[in-house]
């Protein structure tokens, strides 16, 4: 499973991104589909995360600010930022669960200015 992430970018604070993420390869289910991310000088920590029947996780820093949404149709999750801070700024990683299997993106840098 190769997994291509697009989206990122630089934006003023306050401003909005939407982070794309399409799988393809040998797929057979994609379980879970989320997006994680790095700050610099920080650890990966998870951003949001959604199962094949919809159901979602945050993390309480962007609760109400970003939705996580998938088409799995086309094998795809997507993560609208809105309200975006400068502690937003990192990259981020989509990341999917398949079968036993776990896959990472190449990471997306999401640049937020004050």
């Known amino acids: 499973v190769q997994l291509q992430a697009s989206g990122g970018g630089l934006v003023q604070a306050g401003g909005s991104l939407r982070l794309s993420c399409a799988a393809s390869?040998?797929?057979?289910?994609?379980?879970?589909m989320g997006w994680y991310r790095r700050a610099p000088g920080e650890q990966r920590e998870l951003v949001a995360v959604?199962?094949?029947?919809?159901?979602?996780t945050y993390a309480d820093s962007v609760k109400d600010r970003f939705t996580i949404s998938r088409d799995n149709a086309k094998n795809a999750v997507f993560l609208q930022m809105n309200d975006l801070k400068p502690d937003d700024t990192a990259v981020y990683y989509c990341h999917v669960v398949a079968g036993f299997a776990t896959y990472w993106g190449q990471g997306t840098l999401v640049t937020v200015s004050s």
């Open positions: 390869g040998s797929i057979f289910v994609l379980n879970v």
């Open positions: 959604i199962t094949r029947g919809g159901s979602t």
